[in-house]
């Protein structure tokens, strides 16, 4: 009954949203309100279906748990279900190892059916009613998420929307020419369209899937292939493509997926004379998926995988305002990149600067904030296309992707350079956290100073991302310290250089130390409501470019989040802290210190702080 009550409500206030939303892509279309209608009875029929489990869940989340993905309790895990762990049964059997690490969400990459043989780790679906037959069945991903949620663990998987397997239904049937399925792609006859679409747009795999068409010799036409040729980009002008999507992911809400993360989520629309980056199309559409979710299934959470210039990362999130939502979450990648960039520099300015020009985010969204996840470190992060003061000019990613894959003198860092050999290079780095901080390196020359200063590098790091505001997310493997897995053609010598730092899960000689340091993380955030997404981050200067310095304040308190990123110790001085109201005693979350900021601080290399004031 009260579940009836507010899908009723929910009716009331998502009809004309959704309807208007899809008027502006779709209203053109001779017969857009009978596919509108259909639309609704999708939902409708989705709403019936979905079990009283979920039903409970989406009602405690729209009255009383509404902040739940913004609760600093939030921490998210990812990983390849095999290399972690076998199959959805064994991710079941490591609950508690996530536990005990303080995990409350938990991505499982590849989950679903992609095509046999290559499939870009599993982001070329050949199936989406279907998981990947590696980890299990249906009936197995369902009890996994039910388990999961028992224990309090969000479950995540990728939404892969932007493009099919070519094996999928749809594509096999378009290419073997069936007029209903060709729309679901774009198809193009002529390689003049193709050049002049191609003229305008990057290339996201310059090495290993040059340009974004493939020739299909059986439909003697060019598909649309953004990633590798054997992922087809659909064509969401076609509502039917949006009509597919929608019944896919109300399918997958109601097997007990929590948070979709919406992979390639840039590319969605494409228009000619463009990059096919950011338009305003894609937004429209995001708004139309977030809008049918919060009518169907609103205990689910949307999360982008745009990886784009900083500028364009927010808009994500919906309008400043809040009045046309999109994602709750968005993986910050202009953060994950600028912290690797101070690390190779150990200077802060450029991060500062971009973290500052970027709005505020829009009210009850955040960022999923990581320093790894199983793509590359993509540089592209740090420069814009408006030319903002802080971009990185190409010297200066020449210089990063040098440093990071061990070519200077003073590098620490194990990792190597990814898609860089073609005219759009400088693409980025790939490699494991542990290998890129410094620990792969020092472990191999057996030098303690180093492998201490490697330590603290990656404690520094996840201090940021545990108190800068959104979910941190650990990539699997990070816990424990893992190094590049430089064997990963042995199976397969067409794998991509991403595979690097794609390891199973084993244990290592350090791993303890930085899952006992990051549990204790977690327990700390847990507490610190300072921490919950709703408090404003605010970067500051702190008068000294090697220290990265933000403010989390509200009518609780206020907490100063210093990092050194140099291998010196570094002074603040008390002017600068009494310019921030911030002369007076804090308590050093950590090692449980007081602070008389009056008499400034000295870090230690690579130290970070959780300075608490106390009111
Ligand atoms: C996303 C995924 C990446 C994949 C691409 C195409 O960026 O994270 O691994 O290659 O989309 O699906």
């Known amino acids: 009954m009260k579940n009836k009550i507010n899908i009723a409500r929910r009716l009331t206030k998502y009809q004309t949203v959704i309807a208007d939303t899809l008027r502006d892509i779709y209203g053109h279309q001779a017969d857009f309100d009978h596919w509108l209608a259909e639309i609704f009875a999708l939902v409708t029929a989705a709403i019936d279906q979905r079990p009283a489990y979920l039903l409970d869940l989406d009602q405690v989340r729209e009255t009383r748990d509404q902040d739940w993905y913004l609760r600093p309790d939030m921490l998210a895990y990812m990983c390849y ?23 409350s969400y938990l991505h499982l990459l590849s989950a679903l059916k992609p095509r046999a043989g290559h499939n870009d780790g599993g982001f070329a679906i050949a199936d989406y009613y279907a998981v990947n037959p590696r980890y299990g069945t249906m009936d197995d991903l369902v009890k996994l998420t039910r388990v999961l949620q028992a224990n309090n663990i969000s479950p995540c998987i990728d939404f892969v929307f932007n493009h099919t397997a070519m094996d999928h239904e749809w594509a096999r049937k378009a290419a073997a020419g069936e007029r209903r399925y060709r729309d679901f792609y774009y198809f193009f006859d002529d390689e003049k369209t193709v050049q002049d679409y191609e003229a305008n747009l990057a290339q ?106 900083a500028r364009y990362i927010s808009k994500y999130l919906g309008d400043p305002a809040g009045n046309r939502p999109e994602c709750q979450l968005s993986y910050h990648n202009a953060l994950m990149a600028a912290l690797w960039d101070s690390l190779a520099t150990g200077q802060v300015t450029r991060m500062s600067a971009m973290l500052k020009s970027l709005p505020r985010n829009p009210p009850a969204t955040s960022w999923i904030t990581y320093l790894r996840c199983h793509d590359e470190v993509g540089w592209g992060a740090l420069t814009d296309d408006q030319g903002a003061p802080w971009a990185a000019s190409n010297d200066d990613l020449q210089k990063l992707n040098d440093f990071y894959e061990g070519k200077c003198d003073h590098s620490f860092a194990r990792g190597q350079s990814f898609q860089v050999s073609s005219t759009h290079s400088f693409h980025g780095t790939t490699g494991t956290l542990a290998s890129l901080a410094g620990l792969e390196a020092a472990m191999a ?16 790091l996840y201090k940021v991302i545990f108190s800068f505001g959104g979910i941190p997310l650990i990539y699997m493997g990070e816990e424990l310290g893992l190094f590049n897995d430089y064997d990963y053609n042995r199976d397969d010598p067409e794998r991509d250089g991403r595979w690097l730092h794609r390891p199973a899960l084993a244990t290592t000689v350090r791993g303890g130390e930085i899952f006992s340091a ?10 610190q409501q300072l921490l919950h997404a709703n408090v404003p981050t605010v970067i500051i200067d702190s008068g000294n470019i ?18 050194n990123f140099s291998p ?30 009056a008499q400034g601080v000295m870090l230690a290399p690579y130290q970070g702080m959780w300075l608490q004031a106390q009111e």
Request: aromatic share 12%.
């Open 546 to 563: 090697h220290v990265f310095s933000f403010i989390r304040k509200s009518e609780a308190g206020t907490l100063l989040v210093l990092a």
């Open 204 to 309: 996201v795999l310059p090495e290993t899937a040059p340009g974004n068409f493939t020739y299909i010799e059986a439909a003697k036409s060019w598909v649309w292939t953004t990633f590798y040729p054997y992922q087809w980009d659909l064509n969401y002008r076609n509502p039917a493509v949006f009509m597919e999507m929608v019944k896919v992911m109300l399918f997958l809400a109601n097997r007990g997926i929590e948070v979709f993360r919406l992979d390639a989520t840039a590319y969605l629309w494409k228009e000619k004379g463009t990059n096919c980056l950011n338009l305003p199309k894609t937004h429209k559409l995001l708004q139309a998926f977030r809008a049918v979710m919060s009518l169907a299934a609103p205990a689910v959470c949307l999360k982008a995988e745009a990886i784009v210039g």
């Open 518 to 527: 990051l549990a204790e993380m977690a327990r700390l955030r847990k507490r």
């Open 445 to 460: 020359a057996g030098n303690n100073r180093d492998i201490t200063m490697a330590l603290r590098r990656i404690n520094l």
């Open 81 to 103: 279900v095999d290399r972690f762990a076998g199959d959805f049964n064994g991710v079941e059997k490591k609950i508690p190892y996530l536990k005990d690490l303080g995990v």
């Open 568 to 597: 010196e110790p570094q002074p603040l001085n008390s002017v600068w802290l009494g310019k921030h109201d911030l002369a007076r005693p804090l308590i050093e979350l950590f090692t449980d210190t007081a602070y008389d900021l």
